[in-house]
């Protein structure tokens, strides 16, 4: 089993930045990549962006392309999300997820809440 936890979230002003972190523990070697997600009110959870531990190669939604820059600290099992020039519209509660094998995310934290004032 693989436990996340994000920190990180809080109110900003558009145009703002926040760094959001998430620390895994337990079996972090099992993990392939880490991803992270975001759910609006009454929006479906959405794919944010996603790095792969072993490589680092990072994806992204298109509209956080040139705002936002997943990374990883493998020693540290630690994945963080820089969002820069925030909007509204990223206003979310913010998840890490994990995957270790398959399609699907087999783990999830608690989530964060992001919330950017206009």
């Known amino acids: 089993q693989v436990q996340l936890v994000e920190s990180g979230g809080g109110l900003v002003q558009a145009g703002g930045s926040l760094r959001l972190s998430c620390a895994a523990s337990g079996r972090t070697n099992s993990l392939i990549d880490m991803a992270w997600f975001r759910q609006a009110p009454g929006d479906e959870r959405e794919f944010v962006a996603r790095i792969i531990r072993n490589l680092g190669t990072t994806y992204y939604t298109d509209s956080v392309k040139g705002r936002f820059t997943i990374s990883r600290d493998n020693a540290k099992n630690t994945v963080y999300l820089q969002m820069n020039n925030l909007k509204p519209e990223d206003t979310a509660i913010y998840y890490c997820?994990?995957?270790?094998?398959?399609?699907?995310?087999?783990?999830w934290g608690q989530g964060t809440q992001v919330t950017v004032s206009s």
């Open positions: 997820a994990g995957r270790s094998a398959g399609i699907s995310y087999d783990y």
